[in-house]
């Protein structure tokens, strides 16, 4: 065998190019991805603080221009985390279609049968959320957004977000991606943990739906909020 053969680079190409190799990148990536929606969650949270400006605070450090460096290497690492995951999803999809054109006829599951079939199109409309959360709460392009005291730097992101939520057709699509993620979680945790070995843990399948039920219970409370008249 040649010394080519045998180098790191060739041997992590040919683990990658097996359908374990791209089901290992999407459950990393996956992890990472995650954590940050996790994060995120915990940080739009802080709306229902007894402290209004709370969650102006927490915005207000993230701008911080001390942080400018951490907040960009952090976005960067994120991209890449999505663009990986995407780029492995969508090349196991065109593998296992072309491994078997015919799919199966009998779903025993159907709960995560369902959440399966709907990874296909429910990747791609978060997708396009993440885009079009961006374009209203980050750079304004959906409502003019409201900053304290005219600075940019310093944007009043619960008058934002409430402004933005009071919306009905920007709060129903926030809802409606919420729980495609909700969806979309529980079959990638289920998936991640089933590609380890965890065939039969029903334990296992369990967390992964409460998690996802609870991270989608999360974001959709806000918006609810705003549209009942809690948040003001």
Excluded: E
Excluded at 19 to 36: C, E, F, N, Q, S
Excluded at 41 to 63: E, K, S, V, W
């Amino acid at each position: 065998m040649s010394a080519i053969a045998t180098t790191p680079l060739h041997r992590a190409v040919g683990f990658y190019a097996a359908p374990v190799g791209k089901k290992a990148v999407m459950a990393v990536t996956g992890v990472i991805l995650v954590a940050y929606v996790i994060g995120h969650l915990l940080g739009n949270l802080q709306i229902f603080a007894a402290d209004p400006d709370q969650i102006n605070r927490y915005a207000a450090f993230l701008h911080n221009p001390a942080n400018a460096a951490a907040l960009w290497a952090v976005r960067a690492f994120l991209v890449a985390a999505v663009v990986l995951h995407i780029i492995a999803a969508v090349q196991l999809w065109l593998q296992n279609r072309a491994a078997r054109p015919v799919g199966y006829y009998k779903k025993d599951d159907v709960p995560t049968a369902y959440a399966a079939r709907t990874m296909v199109w429910s990747g791609p409309i978060i997708a396009a959320f993440v885009v079009f959360h961006i374009l209203h709460l980050t750079t304004g392009s959906v409502l003019p957004l409201t900053d304290i005291n005219g600075n940019p730097n310093t944007p009043d992101v619960r008058a934002n977000i409430i402004a933005g939520f009071q919306n009905p057709a920007i709060a129903g699509f926030y809802i409606f991606a919420m729980i495609l993620l909700c969806m979309h979680l529980y079959h990638g945790l289920w998936s991640m943990f089933q590609s380890v070995g965890f065939v039969r843990a029903t334990r296992i399948k369990t967390a992964a739906a409460v998690a996802a039920i609870l991270i989608a219970i999360g974001f959709c409370s806000i918006p609810v909020c705003v549209l009942i008249g809690v948040l003001r």
